[in-house]
């Protein structure tokens, strides 16, 4: 079965510390990836997405993720976070043999002033 | 103002009771899902739909029904609720499937089935 794992379940960092989490999926093939944010009483909004090209995606925020194919993985990067970078993050895959979509479980991320 | 609403926000039922949440969204995107938020599990899909009368199952469908005879609207229908299906469910629409169309979610419905 297809599916999503995000290493970390809650991440706690300082400001102006670096970022990774990390995003792997289970399925070779064709993938469409995306990081989704959830901030504390927000609706998820994307942060950034990878279907095709240049495996180093930038995204919203000074956000950006990589894609390295033969490691079926998508992580996600920030050189220095704030403190209103504390959100929970989902990593998202869709396999193009389908449109469904598939969630990892969501790394919960707390940046301490 | 672009966007996908949900209704009710917030809904208690007891187990049987059939109930619907409602979700439109009013930028003509043909492309419209359901998902499920539960703690360390992530999002997972219910249902999708590619367009008006097309709809599909997602990853965990049982227990959950949905129509779409209108291009704005997706309502999710639990016929027969039961605890296990107390959760916080978020709508989501997108111009075109894929990573060509970003998903844009409604605030989310938090449900409780006594």
């Known amino acids: 079965a297809q599916s999503v794992s995000q290493h970390n379940h809650h991440v706690i960092l300082s400001e102006a510390a670096s970022l990774e989490l990390g995003c792997n999926y289970s399925?070779?093939?064709?993938?469409?990836l995306f990081w989704y944010v959830q901030y504390p009483g927000q609706h998820l909004q994307l942060l950034l997405k990878?279907?095709?090209?240049?495996?180093l995606v930038k995204g919203i925020k000074g956000f950006e993720a990589e894609f390295i194919k033969s490691k079926f993985s998508f992580n996600l990067r920030k050189p220095s976070v704030q403190w209103s970078d504390t959100a929970e993050y989902f990593c998202?895959?869709?396999?193009?043999?389908?449109?469904?979509?598939?969630f990892g479980a969501g790394t919960t991320v707390t940046v301490r002033a | 103002e672009a966007q996908v609403t949900q209704n009710p926000r917030y809904l208690i039922t007891v187990t049987g009771k059939k109930l619907t949440v409602t979700c439109s969204q009013n930028?003509?995107?043909?492309?419209m899902s359901w998902y499920r938020q539960d703690p360390g599990l992530g999002l997972r899909q219910i249902y999708y739909?590619?367009?008006?009368?097309?709809?599909d199952k997602g990853d965990v469908p049982e227990g959950y029904k949905v129509s779409r005879k209108e291009k704005r609207n997706f309502p999710l229908i639990l016929e027969s609720p039961s605890p296990n299906q107390t959760s916080l469910y978020f709508c989501?629409?997108?111009?075109?499937?894929?990573?060509?169309?970003?998903?844009?979610f409604g605030p989310g419905t938090r449900l409780l089935v006594l």
């Open positions: 989501a629409s997108s111009s075109l499937a894929g990573a060509f169309g970003t998903q844009y």
């Open positions: 399925y070779g093939g064709t993938v469409n």
């Open positions: 990878y279907f095709s090209g240049d495996p």
């Open positions: 998202a895959v869709e396999w193009s043999n389908d449109y469904k979509l598939s």
């Open positions: 930028m003509n995107h043909e492309y």
């Open positions: 739909s590619m367009n008006v009368e097309v709809t």
